[in-house]
């Protein structure tokens, strides 16, 4: 069975807390109730998609809602 897919909110709150608030990936867990691995999944889908590894500029920030959409 497939698992399910987290909503968008959820995914720019995981890269939000990510980019901007520098949080660690366990801190990303505890805080949106999303088991590590989930976590780093979607941060590695991210950084395949070409955004920043580090800080969050409006230009990437558009990058991933454009991505994202």
């Given at each position: ?13 995981i ?19 999303i ?35």
């Amino acid at each position: 069975m497939e698992a399910e897919r987290l909503s968008m909110r959820t995914i720019k709150e995981i890269l939000r807390l990510k980019w901007e608030n520098r949080f660690s990936n366990t801190q990303i867990a505890l805080s949106c109730n999303i088991a590590r691995s989930t976590i780093r999944s979607y941060l590695e889908r991210e950084v395949k998609r070409g955004l920043p590894l580090r800080g969050c500029c409006p230009n990437a920030r558009s990058k991933a809602n454009r991505t994202m959409l």
